[in-house]
């Protein structure tokens, strides 16, 4: 029988942490489940765990050798999936235990794409300073939904130079639910699920394009972990920046062409809005290219990167060169959303201080993995007693 929800997972180098996840998927006596897992570890750790301790049938298990890409390993992990609908999330992530009855919800209703504007947050041992023991934190949801047309925010996006697409609550497969024939139209229009280097903004910006309608609601639908080789975990301590060729994104990917509207040196900002671009230019709105802000991005940039100043003037003024742009108008620009992003950025933080906000999130220490977490997390959703449908009443 063809399950409701896929829960898709592509892993490298994270044993431990992945086959925790999975346990903690697999505890989810549910038949409308399938997990998918695959694998391009360098060594056959995981592989051998697999066989010889899940008889699970819901669990489908692919293992690829190296050299293979990231964006090749996402691929593939999609490729195997056969649910209706399709999550995909990280190999040390977890899901709400309800995630299935919003997926129920979703098929029965005919919604094509649902987000959650809330994510609960879970730290693994040592995997930060602050949460050095592990620290599961739960964001106290009003309960609230709302319907939009989600390309509508696209224009907003390309000019805020697609440095953060977050909190525009655009559809997305890592941490959304999507139907998975959304997916299959974009591989039959562009020839793969994902491209560029970052699957997410490649998918977030390609879903964007052809749903009609998302809903997002404030109930977590996931739990984001992070441990200590997460890419998380990395920008945290300001590992992301310098070269680009230092990319790890690069990896079993020589002949990769960077689109030539970024400026080349490496930072989360110029991976997210490399692939953005080339996501935007795949589809049927590549018209809406105009509208993105290179001298946003850049001040941007400028602002979270500090230690590559001069590399990212360098070559932000080489794209604006080969763009037969002014120099000197780039410079004003630049100048002048750096002292915007600065003033918005003091503003926020005196209001804060003299509002003196209660952190809205419920914080649980000396959690040791994530299936501790999610049981945790099913303790709380009972102990609100919280009805996850009431979420739909007014859509």
Known sequence: MKPLLSIVIATKNRVPYCINTVESLLKLEDEDLQVIVQDNTDTLELKEYVLNNFSDSRLIYNYT?????????????????????????????????????????????????????????????????????????????????????????????????IVNYIPFNLPRVYHGLVKRSLLEQIKENNG?????????????????????????????????????????????????????????????RNNYLWDSMIPKYYSIQTIWAETGIKALKSSEKSYLIKYFNLEFLVAQSILINPNIKKLIMEQSKLVVKSEKKSIILFHAKVAFYLMLVIVRRRFNKLVSIFHKKKENRIHYANIENIEKATDLFKQYIIKRDFDVLTLFDKI
């Open 65 to 161: 050798p190296p050299p293979f890409s990231s964006i090749d390993n996402f691929n593939a992990c999609v490729g195997f999936a056969t649910g209706e609908y399709l999550c995909m999330i990280g190999d040390d992530d977890g899901i709400n235990p309800e995630f299935i009855k919003i997926a129920r919800y979703a098929q029965k209703n005919g919604i094509e794409s649902l987000g959650s504007s809330q994510i609960a947050e879970y730290y693994w041992p040592n995997a930060i300073e602050k949460y050095k023991e592990g620290n599961l934190s739960i964001p106290e949801f009003i309960g609230t939904s709302l319907v939009f047309d989600p390309s509508k925010r696209l224009i907003p996006l390309l000019m805020t130079g």
């Open 192 to 252: 793969n699920y994902f491209d560029g280097l970052s699957p997410d903004i490649y998918s977030t910006i390609s879903l964007t394009t052809l749903v009609k309608k998302h809903v997002l609601i404030d109930y977590p639908m996931t739990i984001a972990g992070t441990c200590a080789s997460s890419t998380s975990a990395a920008s945290v301590n300001g590992e992301h920046n310098g070269k680009l060729e230092d990319a790890p994104h690069f990896r079993s």
